[in-house]
């Protein structure tokens, strides 16, 4: 595999160097550029580069992009041919930014790990917006999702791109592209909640190229975010209120929790809470409006985090008490990071032909009322949505993925956003396939499902995988009053 990559590479760099025009001329297979680089925060060695794509693939002509890759080598001196390919987030992550984490995954051993940064995301051509004013910290908790803020923010990147070229299948066949440039002809991907989306259309698109997929908070075709969001987070929450009550310390300290909820959000119905807390960069005391919608996106987002799920009653009971510092100050730092990692024009282009145009308007009150999070997020969306350019979909896009692929799926019993009805979904039209359900939040790990994604990527498929050790999982105990972790 090393060989035949060195000999691609070795092509493409001569044909660039004697005729550099004549890929773009013609649109024959792009350039892949790549050479030594350091992994950052470590003293290892990764291959770093580019490879260049026609922005619309369909035409082969006008504007490129150069796709942003990391090759980290696996630590095996006889690697296996087939390397690990994780897909990212959000949608708006790009993969390279974890390349410190994933140098040091125990998948690592045996096989190579590529991180490609998907077109409109980290160095590949990125599609930033402004959806928060730096220093502005209120910018931080008001919803980022405007008609406003969005038809200013495509007035300056269709300047620099044509929006509707990010999609997913798009980026799917960029990426089968360059694995095969790169040498690789099989590979396992892997891919937690956008990142399963991508990894699922990237297997209907190109399935004989894929050995194994592990999808890990699943988001199927079925999924249309945001519609279910309002759901999905009402779900956990009552979830939550569920395993308190049973728990007798848990009851013990807040037995009068669903009704302490109740209350606060008809508190902040009626009028936002005022928190006044230091600015992080000046010191200076700042006073900030929470608003419902602010505190149930905070609330919400906590919940995504095992260990902050379990301290959600106790935040919850300190917010009726009026101290509503915590979910102000994770507000803040969570969407700061959202911001920063996210590229949001990209979300768009994503989100809106592939999600958004498939939602019923009546849909959105069945899926919303009654629910803490209520409809403004999808709302909102919908505004952003209606001054940003779409692209038509693929015929048949809507329909679930089907095909052979060995596939191991996971899901946590109390996920926010992608709970265990979605990976159910997603496994019914995976013949190939085994869906485990772990005591977990959004995204599920630890040691016992490491040593199963190691055996299913060893068998190359799910059958007869000793799953027996899921059963030992538990969730973690509720953080209680003089017992915060």
């Known amino acids: 595999m090393r060989d035949g990559y060195r000999h691609v590479l070795l092509i493409s760099l001569a044909t660039s160097l004697i005729c550099p025009s004549l890929a773009l001329a013609q649109g024959v297979p792009g350039t892949l550029s790549m050479e030594p680089c350091p992994i950052p925060d470590t003293d290892e060695e990764a291959r770093c580069g580019t490879y260049t794509v026609w922005e619309n693939r ?101 300047q620099l791109a044509d929006l509707t070229q990010y999609t997913t299948p798009v980026f799917a066949d960029d990426l089968h592209e360059i694995l095969l440039a790169l040498g690789y002809e099989e590979v396992n991907l892997t891919g937690s909640s956008y990142g399963t989306r991508a990894a699922l259309v ?27 969001h309002a759901y999905e987070s009402q779900q ?37 809470a005022q928190v006044t807390l230091p600015h992080p960069e ?58 920063d990692a996210l590229a949001f024009g990209m979300l768009l282009s994503v989100t809106c032909p592939e999600d958004l145009s498939r939602i019923d308007p009546d849909e959105i009150a069945a899926l919303t009322e009654g629910t803490f999070l209520g409809d403004d997020r999808v709302r909102n969306q919908l505004a952003a949505c209606s001054v940003w350019p779409a692209r038509k979909l693929p015929a048949g896009y809507g329909e679930p993925v089907s095909v052979e692929v060995p596939t191991l799926l996971l899901s946590g019993t109390i996920d926010p956003v992608t709970s265990p009805r979605w ?53 973690p105990p509720f953080n209680l009053p003089g017992q915060e972790r």
């Open 202 to 228: 990237y297997m209907r698109r190109h399935p004989e190229t894929v050995r194994t997929a592990i999808l890990n908070g699943v988001a199927p075709i079925a999924f249309r975010n945001p519609l279910y």
């Open 282 to 339: 000046s010191g200076e005391q700042v006073t900030l409006s929470m608003s419902r919608y602010a505190f149930a996106e905070a609330l919400r987002t906590s919940m995504y985090n095992l260990q902050m799920a379990r301290a959600v009653p106790l935040l919850i009971h300190r917010a009726y008490e009026g101290d509503y510092a915590f979910f102000v100050e994770f507000g803040l730092r969570s969407n700061m990071a959202i911001v």
């Open 58 to 158: 369909a035409l082969a002509s006008g504007r490129t992009i150069d796709i942003n890759i990391i090759v980290i080598p696996a630590l095996s001196e006889s690697p296996r041919p087939d390397p690990i390919v994780p897909l990212s987030g959000g949608p708006g992550q790009g993969a390279t930014a974890g390349a410190r984490g994933w140098s040091r995954s125990s998948f690592r051993r045996e096989r190579d790990i590529i991180l490609v940064d998907q077109r409109g995301t980290g160095r590949s051509n990125p599609l930033y917006c402004e959806v928060a004013v730096e220093g502005d910290l209120q910018s931080y908790l008001d919803p980022a999702f405007t008609a406003e803020k969005f038809e200013r923010c495509r007035g300056r990147l269709e």
């Open 236 to 272: 956990a929450l009552e979830l939550t209120f569920e395993h308190c009550a049973a728990d007798p310390d848990c009851h013990a300290a807040f037995p009068d929790l669903e009704q302490e909820f109740a209350e606060l959000i008809e508190r902040l119905d009626r009028e936002p």
């Open 423 to 475: 990976g159910a979904d997603a496994a019914s039209h995976l013949p190939n396939s085994l869906h485990l359900i772990v005591p977990a939040a959004h995204g599920v790990g630890g040691p016992c499902i490491s040593t199963i994604r190691h055996e299913f990527l060893e068998k190359g498929s799910v059958e007869a995988l000793d799953t027996s050790c899921v059963s030992e999982i538990t969730l």
